[in-house]
C-alpha cells in the first residue's frame, strides 16, 4: 500500500527523503493500526463515556489504569548506576533528596521520563528492563546547566546537567517531566514533538 496517492510511482531521492521518511514514521505508529484503534475506542466508548477520559493527559491516563505504586526510594538508589558522576556528588545528592520530597505522582513521572513507564518491575529496580534486555537506571553527567535534563527510555538513562544549587534542579527536573519532549532522529535532521 503507498503511503501517499501515487506514492507507489514515486522514487525516493534526495529532494524527498524527509518527506517519505515522515510519511513512514506516521505510518507505522499510526496507519498501520488505524482501523484496530477505532475498534478500540468504540468499544472502550461503549463501556465508559469518552469525554470523560478527554480530561486526562496520556501520564494521568495511564496512573489512573494502572493505579499507583509506592516507589521504594532505597530500592530505586541502590540499583542506579553513574556516568561522570559519583554517588557522594553534590548534584547527586541534590537529585535524591529532591526525590524523596516528591509526592507519588511526580516520582512516577520521572520514572515513566526516564524509563517510558511509570511502574516498578514487581522484584524492584533491579529487574528494571531495556529495549536490550536489563538495564539499570542511569544518571549520566550531560547538558548545560542552563539546560533541562534529557532522558533516552530505551537505556533507562537520565542526563542530569551539574546545576549549581538545589532549586535550579528541582525546577528544571520538574519541568522537564511536566512537559513531554520527544524526539526521533532522522538522517541529518530530527522530528521534534511537544506536548503540554
Sequence with gaps: MPLKPGGADVPVTESNKEEYAELVVSHRIAGRISEQFRAFMEGLGDALPLDLLRVFDEHELELLIGGMTEIDMDDWTRFTDYRGYEKTDRVIEWFWACLRSWPTERKARLLQFTTGTSRVPVNGFKDLQGSDGPRRFTIEK??????????????????????EDYESLERKLRFAIECVLFSLSRGNGRFLLIWF
Design 142 to 163: 550531560s547538558g548545560d546547566p542552563s539546560g533541562l535534563p534529557r532522558s533516552h527510555t530505551c537505556f533507562n538513562r537520565l542526563d542530569l546537567p551539574p546545576y
